[in-house]
């Protein structure tokens, strides 16, 4: 049987899984004031953050339209979706619509749509996780079944150089974004199992709230023995401070293999430049 995996676009898969030709890509919409930018091939990051840190106004992004999903379902015999948690953005619900009416057009299929509950690289260790057991021919089922079990299992951080999106979007008052502004208080946030978004910790500076990280996961990995797992940092526009997060991490832990990824669109919007993302 042969297999899709369909992902909306703040799954950060690199060039190495696009030639793999078993990915398709569903662009999100990222809206800076009155620029409209296609988180597609064409998105280019620097040009993006400049707009954001020269913007006063709200940034968001804009999920896709269930027939964008739609037109990929036919690609394969078992089509596996990964979207955004559906607490956070209606990715997911417009993979689901767009499950629902390819059905009633054209028969009953085997569509699974995968709420990662994170983001970013939560959502490509789905998908690489998802071709480790398809591309062996395992029953789309049995794919499901465990790769549900593996989401479950997941833990997904991030520390932020700056709080500003999220104050214009909401999600931080502008008081406490302020303050943390003004103090160089950095907070070590964390993506709950239930998809939301929740602080973990806080300490004065960038390089002290990741090593405040590295030893929550490493108190984790000693706790579960994690040993078997992938573990993956997203930078945006931070190479070196995800290399120095990737050396400190390999002091604490005895991961399978920590891998380092660049931000595309949606994940630089809500990281920001400067931001680290960790899953694993």
Not at 218 to 237: G, K, M, P, W
Request: proline residues 1%.
């Amino acid at each position: 049987m042969s297999f899709n995996i369909v992902c909306d676009s703040c799954t950060d898969l690199t060039k190495e899984d696009f030639e793999k030709g078993c990915y398709s890509w569903v662009p999100l919409t990222l809206l800076v004031e009155e620029y409209e930018i296609i988180d597609d091939e064409t998105f280019n990051q620097l040009d993006f953050l400049d707009k954001v840190a020269r913007s006063k106004g709200e940034v968001k992004s804009a999920c896709p339209a269930p027939e964008s999903y739609k037109m990929n379902y036919d690609k394969a015999d078992d089509i596996y979706v990964i979207t955004l948690s559906a607490e956070l953005s209606g990715s997911y619900n417009s993979a689901v619509l767009a499950k629902n009416l390819y059905e009633e057009e054209n028969g009953k299929k085997n569509i699974y749509v995968f709420n990662s509950r994170g983001a970013s690289t939560t959502q490509i260790l789905i998908a690489r996780k998802i071709y480790e057991y398809a591309s062996t021919g395992m029953d789309f089922e049995e794919v499901v079944e465990k790769v549900e079990e593996y989401i479950r299992g997941q833990r997904t951080y991030f520390v932020l150089e700056t709080l500003d999106v999220l104050k214009r979007n909401g999600r931080l008052s502008k008081v406490s974004a302020t303050l943390a502004s003004a103090l160089n208080i950095k907070p070590v946030m964390e993506g709950t199992r239930e998809g939301t978004i929740e602080k973990l910790g806080q300490a004065r500076g960038t390089k002290k709230a990741l090593s405040k990280l590295a030893d929550a996961i490493a108190e984790d990995y000693a706790a579960r023995d994690l040993s078997d797992r992938i573990l993956a940092v997203a930078h945006c526009n931070c190479k070196q401070r995800a290399e120095a997060f990737k050396d400190m991490l390999e002091k604490k832990i005895k991961a399978k293999e920590i891998i380092i990824i660049d931000t595309k669109g949606v994940s630089s919007l809500y990281a920001c430049d400067g931001g680290i993302i960790v899953s694993y």
